[in-house]
């Protein structure tokens, strides 16, 4: 089977208009790694469904995308899927009126249990670092 993102048979990106994506802070985290080696698949999208709950994690690492490998990262904590959607790379993360960073790609290692969303940020600040509270509002647009 062919993956169409990997053949190069889109141009640009597909998506042309996606909903909003809602959710809560379930879990704060704290804690950086120099080399934690996540690997990113090569797709672009994922979907994600009302009541899961995914990792967020985030990188100063410069030149990553799908399909690459990210040691720099900082924990942000866990989201649970109020409105569910189609994520997809450059969905921009805001939580309490801040953005926490802008979608780079998913990492698959603690499937099914859950999917790490990896976040690009100028700062590499954990969830405690940036002050986070739980059951705060979270969207990805």
Do not use: W
Not at 19 to 38: D, M, P, W, Y
Not at 95 to 121: W, Y
């Amino acid at each position: 089977m062919v993956d169409p993102y990997q053949a190069g048979f889109f141009k640009e990106n597909p998506y042309a208009a996606k909903r909003t994506i809602r959710g809560k802070l379930a879990v704060i985290l704290r804690g950086k790694l120099e080399k934690r080696g996540l690997e990113l698949i090569p797709t672009i999208s994922r979907a994600v469904l009302k009541n899961e709950v995914h990792e967020l994690i985030v990188t100063d690492q410069e030149n990553v995308g799908p399909g690459s490998s990210v040691d720099k990262i900082a924990y942000i904590g866990f989201v649970e899927i109020i409105v569910g959607g189609v994520m997809t790379v450059g969905d921009t993360l805001t939580c309490q009126d801040k953005i926490l960073g802008r979608v780079i790609g998913f990492d698959e290692t603690h499937l099914p249990n859950h999917l790490n969303i990896v976040l690009a940020s100028g700062s590499r600040s954990d969830g405690v670092e940036q002050s986070l509270q739980l059951e705060s509002d979270m969207t990805f647009e």
